[in-house]
Nanobody, 123 residues
Framework: QVQLVESGGGLVQAGGSLRLSCAAS????????MGWFRQAPGKEREFVAA????????TYKDSVKGRFTISRDNAKNTGYLQMNSLKPEDTAVYYC????????????????WGQGTQVTVSS
């Protein structure tokens, strides 16, 4: 079993930056893909970015391409989401999860969700 804990959220002005962390513990060798999702009030949880743990290959939601960067540190068993040029529409609770099976773009494919970290971008 893998446990994931997110941190790094906060309040930032539009145009600012934040770096989210997702610390993994437990059977970390079982993480094939780490994904970041976000959920705004009244909306569904949506895909943001994912990284294949072994190779470091990445994929992003179109609206965050060029602004967000997902990465991982194998030695620290931690994934990161660097968010630059933040916009008010990025405001949401951000979650990390580990891929169980299926498409890495669907939240139903993930398990071991963390508790989430709030990101609020003011205009």
């Amino acid at each position: 079993q893998v446990q994931l804990v997110e941190s790094g959220g906060g309040l930032v002005q539009a145009g600012g930056s934040l770096r989210l962390s997702c610390a993994a513990s437990g059977r970390t060798l079982n993480i094939p893909v780490m994904g970041w999702f976000r959920q705004a009030p009244g909306k569904e949880r949506e895909f943001v970015a994912a990284i294949i743990w072994s190779s470091g290959s990445t994929t992003y939601k179109d609206s965050v391409k060029g602004r967000f960067t997902i990465s991982r540190d194998n030695a620290k068993n931690t994934g990161y989401l660097q968010m630059n040029s933040l916009k008010p529409e990025d405001t949401a609770v951000y979650y990390c999860g580990s891929l169980r099976s299926g498409s890495l773009y669907y939240k139903s494919s993930y398990t071991n969700w963390g508790q989430g970290t709030q990101v609020t971008v003011s205009s």
